[in-house]
T-cell receptor, first 112, second 111 residues
Framework: KQEVTQIPAALSVPEGENLVLNCSFTDSAIYNLQWFRQDPGKGLTSLLLIQSSQREQTSGRLNASLDKSSGRSTLYIAASQPGDSATYLC???????????FGPGTSLSVIP | EAQVTQNPRYLITVTGKKLTVTCSQN?????MSWYRQDPGLGLRQIYYSMNVEVTDKGDVPEGYKVSRKEKRNFPLILESPSPNQTSLYFC??????????FGSGTQLSVL
């Protein structure tokens, strides 16, 4: 059974610091992996989607990598800002029409 | 504007009173899904649908029903709600190989 974990559970950094969030999954047979952001009491906003054949995706200050063989993905946030404070979740999709399994999330706080 | 719309945003009900949470998307997505989010347990999938009249169970389907009679709508039905179904519910949709779009959520309290 596919399981998704995220480390650390919580992270507090000063503004301007570069940071890395980690996501691990137990079964490498995934279709794609997606990173989301969730603000308190709000829905999830998609940040980056990496297909199983890709190694990384970039959007602005965000860069996500995928290493299927080791069951890992990282989300790199450059020059963090207080507005980046939120919970970040990763999710793996098993097939094109199948379940999407979420990790527990990393709660990020960027201190001004 | 492309969006997934859930209603209601907040709902308080009593044990055993049937309720429906609606979900509609305007992006012609084939895939739709329901999740519940609970503190310490994260997001767990309830049901998902690959297309009209095609649905399958997620990880926590007990106590819930769904139907997909139209491509744009995917309602979640609680026939006899119980307090352990108090949760934050999210609907989501996507094309098979594209980003998953989420609704704003429905906070349900069952007394």
């Amino acid at each position: 059974k596919q399981e998704v974990t995220q480390i650390p559970a919580a992270l507090s950094v000063p503004e301007g610091e570069n940071l890395v969030l980690n996501c691990s999954f137990t079964d490498s047979a995934i279709y794609n992996l997606q990173w989301f952001r969730q603000d308190p009491g709000k829905g999830l906003t998609s940040l980056l989607l990496i297909q199983s054949s890709q190694r990384e995706q970039t959007s602005g200050r965000l860069n996500a990598s995928l290493d299927k063989s080791s069951g890992r993905s990282t989300l790199y946030i450059a020059a963090s800002q207080p507005g980046d404070s939120a919970t970040y979740l990763c999710a793996v999709r098993l097939t094109s029409y199948d379940k999407v399994i979420f990790g527990p999330g990393t709660s990020l706080s960027v201190i001004p | 504007e492309a969006q997934v719309t859930q209603n209601p945003r907040y709902l308080i009900t009593v044990t055993g009173k049937k309720l429906t949470v609606t979900c509609s998307q305007n992006m012609n997505h084939e895939y739709m899904s329901w999740y519940r989010q609970d503190p310490g347990l994260g997001l767990r999938q309830i049901y998902y649908s690959m297309n009209v009249e095609v649905t399958d169970k997620g990880d926590v389907p007990e106590g819930y029903k769904v139907s997909r009679k139209e491509k744009r709508n995917f309602p979640l039905i609680l026939e006899s709600p119980s307090p352990n179904q108090t949760s934050l519910y999210f609907c989501a949709s996507s094309h098979p190989n594209e980003k998953l779009f989420f609704g704003s959520g429905t906070q349900l309290s069952v007394l």
